[in-house]
Structures are given as structure tokens and as C-alpha cells.
């Protein structure tokens, strides 16, 4: 066919795949994005207990606020279970779906852990406002009552794992590509 792209008939060698990310310094530039996710789900983290600290904290009726709270983060929490388990599965149906060219392999290996990144974050995002949420209840996060309110960190611990234990190296970036490819 005239005018039709070049295409690839195979999927990229480890090599090839290693070379391109070489080149473009695309491990790099995922790797800021990483770090930055990182700092912002920790500072946010810091910014609501520290919110809460600093809050006005009810007196008053704590067996119900603290009853309220406890139900809103089971259901946070299962949420975010749902959430991981299908969008991730989402994420890596992506992944292996077919790339006919190099570039097309790359992009969906950085959209795979970009997506994977923000996703752990947007559900930290979350905790924080049902942390805002039992604040408002008026719980403190540092008494007896109010430690339930920690559990809501739960997703910026795993923003925190990821942030320590997937860093978008180039290493790791292949090694995603291989699993795909093979």
C-alpha cells in the first residue's frame, strides 16, 4: 500500500526497547513525575493531620462521630479495593494490547506506570478527605477516640511503597516491556 506507515512485525528486542529509552531520556522524565507524586501525596498527608491537630475536636457525642467515621472509611477502603483491582486489571489489558511501531511499545509502558502512579495518588487524595471529613466530625487524629482516622493514610502508604519500591528506572521500564512481550 502507497503512503501506509512502516511498521513492526515484531515487538522490540530488550535492546531496542533499552536503546530508545536511552535516547530519549524517557526513564528520566518518569522519574521526576515519580519523585513529584511522591512529595505531593506526602505533604498533602502532612497538611491534614496537621489540619486535624489543629482543629477544633467535639467533645461531645464521640461513640456516634467515632460509629460514623469508622463506617465511611470501611466503605472508603473497599472502594479502593474495587477501584485498584479494576482499573488495574484495565491498565493491563492496555499494556498488552498490540503496538505496531517502537514508539507505540514505549507509550504504552510510560502510560501504564504514569496511569498506575496517579491512580495510587488520586486514591490518597481520597483518604485525605475522609481524614478532612472526620476532622470536621470533630474526632482528633491523636487521641484514643480519633486513631481510627489514621486508616485513612492507607492508600498514601501505598503511594509511599510504590514511591520507594517502582521508581521508573530503565531497567524496570524494560523489564515491564519484557513481560509483555513474552
Given amino acids: 500500500m502507497e503512503g501506509a506507515h512502516p511498521t513492526?512485525?515484531?515487538?522490540?528486542?530488550?535492546?531496542?526497547f533499552a536503546a530508545f529509552l536511552e535516547r530519549y531520556h524517557?526513564?528520566?522524565?518518569?522519574?521526576k513525575r515519580h519523585f513529584m507524586r511522591l512529595a505531593?501525596?506526602?505533604?498533602?498527608?502532612?497538611?491534614?493531620?496537621?489540619?486535624n491537630a489543629f482543629h477544633r475536636h467535639a467533645d461531645q457525642g464521640l461513640n456516634?462521630?467515632?460509629?460514623?467515621?469508622?463506617?465511611?472509611?470501611?466503605?472508603h477502603l473497599i472502594l479502593c479495593l474495587?477501584?485498584?483491582?479494576?482499573?488495574?486489571?484495565?491498565?493491563?489489558?492496555?499494556?498488552?494490547?498490540?503496538?505496531?511501531?517502537?514508539r507505540e511499545q514505549v507509550l504504552r509502558v510510560?502510560?501504564?506506570?504514569?496511569?498506575?502512579?496517579?491512580?495510587?495518588?488520586?486514591?490518597?487524595?481520597?483518604g485525605h478527605g475522609v481524614l478532612v471529613f472526620g476532622t470536621m466530625l470533630g474526632?482528633?487524629?491523636f487521641s484514643r477516640d480519633g486513631r481510627v482516622l489514621l486508616i485513612t493514610l492507607a492508600p498514601t502508604l501505598l503511594v509511599i511503597i510504590h514511591g520507594?519500591?517502582?521508581i521508573p528506572t530503565r531497567d524496570r521500564l524494560v523489564s515491564i516491556h519484557d513481560r509483555v512481550v513474552s
Fill in 8 to 16: 513492526t512485525e515484531r515487538p522490540a528486542s530488550h535492546d531496542e
Fill in 26 to 31: 524517557i526513564d528520566l522524565a518518569l522519574q
Fill in 40 to 51: 505531593v501525596g506526602l505533604t498533602a498527608s502532612l497538611a491534614v493531620v496537621a489540619y
Fill in 64 to 75: 456516634e462521630r467515632t460509629n460514623a467515621i469508622e463506617w465511611t472509611i470501611l466503605v
Fill in 82 to 102: 474495587l477501584v485498584i483491582l479494576v482499573y488495574g486489571w484495565r491498565l493491563r489489558a492496555q499494556l498488552r494490547g498490540h503496538a505496531e511501531t517502537m
Fill in 110 to 126: 510510560v502510560d501504564f506506570v504514569h496511569r498506575w502512579g496517579n491512580l495510587l495518588l488520586f486514591l490518597a487524595a481520597t
Fill in 139 to 141: 474526632l482528633d487524629v
Fill in 164 to 166: 520507594i519500591t517502582q
